[in-house]
């Protein structure tokens, strides 16, 4: 079972919102998850994102590989900080 940390979309159309979730690759992108590690609300200025970093870091090191989207999001969140 390969792991990804990948965004769910949810909110209405046109005003989405993301959960960053640990979900199987194989899952569809709103279906079954395992975890929500954070969250991501491009609608605010500035964007909205928060990471739940222990919980986030529990899962890489449990073999969890970030989509390309999450990984640039987790870049630029440690390039604030």
């Known amino acids: ?3 990804k940390v990948r965004l769910a979309r949810l909110g209405a159309k046109k005003k989405p919102y993301y959960r960053l979730v640990v979900a199987d690759s194989a899952a569809k992108r709103d279906g079954r998850f395992l975890d929500i590690v954070g969250f991501y609300d491009p ?3 500035p ?3 928060e990471i739940k970093t222990e919980l986030l870091d529990s899962w890489i090191a449990k073999g ?3 989509s390309e989207t999450v990984a640039s999001l987790i870049k630029a969140k440690k390039g604030q900080a």
Do not use: D, S, V
């Open 47 to 49: 964007a909205y994102f």
């Open 43 to 45: 609608n605010k200025n």
């Open 1 to 3: 079972m390969a792991l």
């Open 64 to 66: 969890a590989k970030p």
